[in-house]
Nanobody
Framework: QVQLVESGGGLVQAGGSLRLSCAAS????????VGWFRQAPGKEREFVAG????????YYADSVKGRFTISKDVAKNTGYLQMNSLKPEDTAVYYC??????????????????WGQGTQVTVSS
């Protein structure tokens, strides 16, 4: 069993930056694929970024490519999503998710077994 807790959300002006954290307990991130998803009001949950269990393979949605960076610190058992050049359309609740290491990094939320409670990110124009 894995418990995930996100933090780092907040209100920021367009063009600003935030770093989201995802603290894991119950199983180490060294053996997990980690993904970040987001959901805006009235919209479906969408994939943002993912990192493979080794940390070497990353995958980004086109909408955030070049602006967001996903990483994980195995020693701290924490995943991160560094978000730069934020836009109002990035406003959403952001969720961290984890999947077993035998899975590939996926944009399909159904591939992830464990989820955090979410953290709100609001970008003002």
């Amino acid at each position: 069993q894995v418990q995930l807790v996100e933090s780092g959300g907040g209100l920021v002006q367009a063009g600003g930056s935030l770093r989201l954290s995802c603290a894991a307990s119950g199983r180490t991130f060294s053996s997990a694929v980690v993904g970040w998803f987001r959901q805006a009001p009235g919209k479906e949950r969408e994939f943002v970024a993912g990192v493979g269990w080794s940390g070497r393979i990353t995958y980004y949605a086109d909408s955030v490519k070049g602006r967001f960076t996903i990483s994980k610190d195995v020693a701290k058992n924490t995943g991160y999503l560094q978000m730069n050049s934020l836009k109002p359309e990035d406003t959403a609740v952001y969720y961290c998710a984890a999947a077993p290491k035998y899975k590939s990094v996926s944009s399909d939320y159904r591939e992830y077994d464990y989820w955090g409670q979410g953290t709100q990110v609001t970008v003002s124009s």
